[in-house]
Structures are given as C-alpha cells and as structure tokens.
C-alpha cells in the first residue's frame, strides 16, 4: 500500500512539473499562435542558471531565485529578438525559427559552460527523507517540488483568472485581432507572456535538475511530453494543461511502476521485462491517441472564433 | 580551366605517384576509424578514448611499423543507426586498415557486420556484448576491455562474500544492461528478489524502480547505470532515503568521468573493473601520468584505458608485420599474442578474442588535496574468462 501511495506521490511530482512546461507551452501557443520548440532550450537555461548562480551565492533557494529572474530576463530577450519576426507566419516558418533558437542555445551553453554539463546540489535539509505518515518515508526534495508547483499554479490560476492581465491574456487566447483594435498594447503583453512562459520552464528546469543533471539537450525529451500535454488538454487551455498535466504524470509513472508486474503475469518473466519499458513508455502517447479521437479539439479547447 | 587542369595533375600525382615509386608504398599512413559518441550529454566518455587514443599515438611518435598513423574520429551520436551508417563509411569510403572504439552494445551489434564482412580487423575498446563473445566472434574482431557480464560476475562474487542474502536489479533496457543484470545473477548465490529494466537512454527519472526496490527490501540493490545516468541514479537514490539503508553495488556506474558529478553520493559505493588508475604498474604510471600533463582539468577513466591498450595492440600487430598488411592471416595471429605493455598489466586473449583478466574492487575516496578518486581495495577475481567463449566456434 506504502508503495501505491509512494507511486501516486511520484506521479503528482511529474506532473506537476510537466504543468510548469506546458502552461508556458500552450498560453504562447494560444495567445500568440506561436509554434514554440525552444521552450526546452528555456528549460536548459533555467537550469544552468541556477547550478551557476547557486554556485557563486552559495545558497540553493537564492541561486534558484536568481536563476528564475534570469531566465525571465533571457525569455523577453528572445521574444524581442526573435519572436516578434515570426508572428503572423505559416507554422512551419515557426518550426523552422525556433528549431533554430534550440541549435542556438545547445551551442552557446556549450560554448560558455563546456560540453560536461553541471550538477546542482541540494543543500541537506533536502537531500533526505521525510516521514510524511508514520511507517513512511518519502524524498524531502520531491515533496518540496510538489509543494511549490502547487503553490505556483494556484498562482497562475489567480493571475489568469482575477487579475486584468489575466483577463488580457485570456482574452488574448480566445481573439487576438479584438484585443488589438480595443488598444491594448499587444506587444508588451505578448513580451510579458512569453516572459511568463520562459519562467515557468526555467522553475521546471531548475527544479528538476538535482534530479537529473544539468546538461545539453535536456530539454528536448521533455518538451515532447510537454506538447503531448498541450494537445491532450486542449491547446491555449491552463486548465486543460494542468489536468493533462497531471494526468500524463500519473499514467507515465504507475505505467512504470505496475505494467511490468501486470505483464509478467501473462508472458514469461524475461520476455515481460524486455516489453514491459518500451510499452509502459508508449502509454501517454496511447492516452493522447484516444483523446484526440473522442475530442480531436482536446478535453478543454480554449474558445475560438 | 587552369584550375580544372591543375587538379587534374595533382589527382594524377597523387594516384600515379606511390605506385610508380614502391619504396614510397611503405610510407602511405596506415588508416584507423574510430567510432565513439562525440555529441550529446554522453560525449565526455567518448572525448577520454579519443584523448587515450590520441595519447597512445604520441607514446609511439604517431608510427606503427615504421609507417605514419592518420586516425579518423567518427561520431555515432548514441545511436546505433548512425553507428552503422559511419562504419559502413569508414569501410566503404575512407577505406581504412582497422576500426576501433565502440562504447555502446547496441552500437556495436548494429554496426560489427560490415566489419567482418569486409574482413577489417576491429577492436573494440568498451562494448562487450554477449553475442560477440559467443555465436557472433570473428577472427577480424578483438576486445580490449571485457564481456558485458563479467564485471557485474565479480560484483556478485564480492557481494556474496558481504554475505548479502537478496538482492534488487536495476538497469537500462538494451543489450548491455541485460547482460550485465545477467552476470550479477549467475554468481550471486542469494535470491533475486525484483529486476527492473528502463527505457534506455530516455528515462533519467528512477523514482518508481526505486520506490520497488524500497517495497522489496533487499539486502542489497545492484545497479548498472554508465554515463551521466550514473549521476542521476546516485542523486535520487540518496534523495529516496535509500543511503545508509540498503547498500547499493555496482558497475560501470561511478567512473573518473561521472566521480566529478556524483561528489560525496559516491562514497562507499562500491564497484568492479578490470582496471582502475592506481594499478603498480610502469606502462599504467606513464599512461595516467601523461594524460594528466596533457589534458590538465581532466583524469582517465577505464575507457580511456581501454582505448590506450587499443591503440597499442594494432601497434603491436602492425609491428609485428613490418607495416605489411596484406596477409591477414598473419596479422591475426600477431593480433592473438597481445605482444604489448597493457596498462592493466599482463594481457592474454581467450578463443574468443576476449581478455582473460583479473577484476578489482573499487572503492571512491578523497585524496590529500580534498579531490574524489577511485582506488583498488582488492582483487575479486583473477584471470576470469568470460561464460560465452564456448559458444564461440574459434578453437
């Protein structure tokens, strides 16, 4: 039971994680109808941020800080230099735009951090266990992981839905050309967004890397799973987002943890654990199958004209 | 045109010359193809065999039989379909004399047919499949590192000898790290309470595998991860609260090259390897003290090793023949007598063409200057021949 429990744990952990990426992923694609692949590369950055910054301050949270505003910063950067040319083109101009931005920034990491890639220790109080119910063990950092994507999409829900960027940006998502003509200042909201976005992946980024290393490319595994989540939960939609979110999380991580058994009780036992990875890494691409042919818009479209 | 004509004379030149002149015949470079991974977050392991390869070279003033060497570095990017694609190149348009390097199982079972086929003489500096030891061994294929499965053979040797009763295995799903989980299970005599295999190289997030092994609770947890994987599996398997709960064995997962990410994490994780920096031996002294002085910032690691001995087993062949390299056959046996100073000491081959060789423990302590290396605690097994050479038709 400790085990399920465990599982579900990781499984909210991922994809709550994943909720950092895609939310960036699909408000840039539903306000600005903006192919982004260099979303990943924002995900690096933010990550290389902060194993650099938490290496001069000395301190995780406030290299971490450091590193939030910092890919904040190289986000509005971009959208000034670069995005701002590719609004209003065909998609593929958007892919091929952006493809470039990864090359780009797989390079430049190269160049000024060398090609070894960095780690970014965690200070003790969170590289232990905690015990969250008696009898039961779990990582500290995760829960910590757990509890600030939390706290961040709460956040962002408040934003979005209270506030009158909020009301700007979903206005932005369901009528671009309307919020235009009403004179808002399109350019600076679309700047801030994309700001927003590159945050976001740089906290994902960041966050994630005591777990995985920091290095090149990797942001581009994960930026595949990201948009899978933008496509499941229905592109420009936050809320779709952080449901498909989630919802990836839980299969991805419980499809590890229990296909394997589950297959071992019908083929033999080696044959079982040679399928077992490569089906249970087929799953979310198997759930947004399905999803795609019972709603092809998403489970939660954003409005359209 | 005077361009056109002039290239014309310089290919003529070129193709006419050595052929009229036999003498000069002698001193066209003897060409070797390196294939390694020099992309990618992996590039580090293939950037040490090139550096000990390079190394190996200039111990020799870059001749082997008296000819000059010219070696060309080809990336196979992690994957064995690019793999096999630069082999077939290597082979087929640079036409080179030998083929070395090979990290990967994979890389190596995708690529290693156009190499016998075209009988090029291969040495394989990592990669230890089981089939090439057995069903698949060819007189043109040698190995200077191992078969997959008898590091991990060693480490459930010593793990018998902690006197560990259960054990939990993880590793990554392709063809080395089956056999690697296989080796530990031939010779550790407790039980196998739980295997876990993981999608290779995708998933970098070990927390489900984990919380298993956790369920288990084994008296010990065998782990094969090399790469930055190892680091990534060494973070999360503290952060998990297994340190100092569960002991966790392993191999090739803490290694010179991933010891500088893994920091403290690594200490009193215990490894095998069939060389390890500190072997009292002179050509090993020279070979690490050499690689420090011309790669400062940079330590060698068993792959770097392994490619070094690569480098002087050709010369050795090459030497042997006079740079002659038209009879194969006497090649091949030239090849057989590893007549070279190993950097892991004595060297012979069994029928297969695999080291017959001794594996050491090793364990991850701080030098005097505060620094995390690797040192020898003690030798697990000696003179260890790999469990496939007799399915290897090769008497």
């Excluded at chain 1, 085990?3 to 895609?22: D, K, M, R, S, V």
């Excluded at chain 1, 995985?212 to 229905?234: D, H, P, R, Y």
Aim: charged residues 15%; positive net charge.
């Amino acid at each position: 039971m400790t085990l399920f429990i465990e599982q579900c744990l990781n499984g909210l952990q991922f994809g709550l994680l994943l909720f950092l990426l895609a939310a960036g992923l699909t408000l840039v694609f539903g306000i600005m109808d903006l192919v982004n692949l260099a979303h990943g590369s924002l995900y690096m950055v933010g990550a290389y941020l902060a194993a650099t910054f938490a290496a001069w301050t000395g301190s995780f949270v406030l290299g971490a800080m450091l590193a939030l505003v910092g890919t904040l910063l190289v986000g509005m950067a971009v959208e000034v230099v670069v995005m701002r040319r590719l609004y209003g083109r065909d998609h593929l101009d958007h892919v091929l735009g952006t493809f470039g931005l990864i090359l780009f920034f797989d390079e430049l990491v190269r160049l000024i951090w060398g090609a070894e890639g960095l780690s970014l220790p965690l200070p003790s109080w969170l590289n232990r266990s905690v015990t969250i119910l008696p009898g039961f063990d779990y990582s500290a950092y995760k829960f910590a992981i757990i509890v600030v994507t939390l706290a961040v999409a709460t956040g962002l829900y408040v934003l979005v839905m209270r506030t009158r960027v909020g009301m700007l940006i979903r206005a932005g998502a369901s009528n671009r050309e309307m919020v235009g003509a009403l004179g808002v200042n399109i350019k600076l909201l679309f700047t801030l967004v994309f700001g927003l976005g590159a945050a976001l992946a740089g906290l994902a980024g960041l966050m994630q890397a005591p777990i995985l290393t920091v290095q090149i490319g990797m942001g581009e595994n994960i930026l595949i799973i990201a948009f899978v989540i933008t496509v499941i939960g229905g592109i420009g939609s936050i809320r779709g987002a952080f449901i498909a979110a989630l919802l990836v999380g839980f299969v991805d991580t419980l499809g590890r943890a229990f296909f394997p058994d589950l297959l071992r009780l019908v083929l033999s036992p080696n044959a079982a654990s040679t399928a077992a990875p490569a089906l249970s890494s087929m799953l979310i691409y198997l759930v947004m199958a399905i999803v795609l042919v019972v709603r092809p818009e998403g489970l939660f479209p954003a409005v359209r004209k | 045109m005077r361009k056109t004509l002039l290239a014309a004379g310089a290919t003529l030149l070129l193709a006419g010359g050595p052929a009229m002149n036999p003498a000069l015949a002698q001193q066209k470079p003897i060409k070797i193809g390196f294939v390694s991974t020099f992309s990618g977050p992996v590039a580090v392991i293939g950037n040490d065999m090139r550096n000990s390869f390079e190394l190996a070279l200039d111990h020799m003033g870059r001749k082997m039989g008296g000819r000059p060497v010219e070696v060309i570095y080809e990336d196979d990017g992690f994957k064995p379909e690019v793999g096999k694609q630069k082999t077939e190149k290597l082979i087929e348009s640079d036409k080179v004399d030998f083929i070395s390097g090979y990290i990967w199982s994979n890389v190596l079972l995708a690529s290693i047919k156009p190499v016998v086929d075209s009988k090029t003489f291969l040495v394989i500096a990592n990669a230890g499949p089981s089939q090439v030891a057995g069903e698949l061994c060819s007189p043109y294929v040698f190995s200077t590192s191992w078969q997959n499965d008898q590091t991990p053979q060693a480490m459930g040797l010593y793990m018998n000898q902690k006197g560990a009763k259960s054990v939990f295995l993880i590793g990554p799903n392709y063809a080395a790290g089956k056999d690697m989980l296989a080796g530990v299970a031939s010779t550790f005599k407790g039980k196998v309470v739980g295997q876990e295999l993981t999608t290779w190289p995708a998933q970098l997030d070990f927390s489900a595998e984990l919380a298993k092994a956790k369920a288990a609770n084994p008296d010990a947890i065998f782990v094969f991860y090399p790469g930055k994987a190892g680091v990534q599996f060494l973070a999360q398997y503290a952060q998990a609260g297994l340190k100092g709960k569960i002991p966790l064995y392993t191999a090739f997962t803490i290694d010179e090259l991933s010891l500088p990410l893994q920091k403290d994490l690594a200490l009193g994780v215990p490894g095998a390897q069939e060389w390890v920096n500190d072997l009292p031996n002179d050509a090993n002294k020279k070979f690490v003290a050499d690689y420090i002085a011309k790669y400062p910032g940079h330590k060698p690691s068993f792959y770097g090793a392994q490619s070094y001995d690569a480098a002087n087993l050709i010369a050795s062949a090459v030497a042997a023949t006079k740079g002659d390299l038209s009879d194969k056959e006497a090649l091949r046996k030239a090849f057989e007598k590893a007549n070279f100073k190993s950097v892991r000491g004595n060297f012979k081959f069994g029928n297969n063409h695999i080291p017959i060789q001794n594996f050491y423990l090793q364990d991850v302590v701080k030098d005097s200057k505060g620094d995390f290396v690797l040192k020898t605690v003690a030798t697990i097994v000696k003179d260890n021949q790999d469990m496939f050479h007799d399915k290897c038709p090769m008497k």
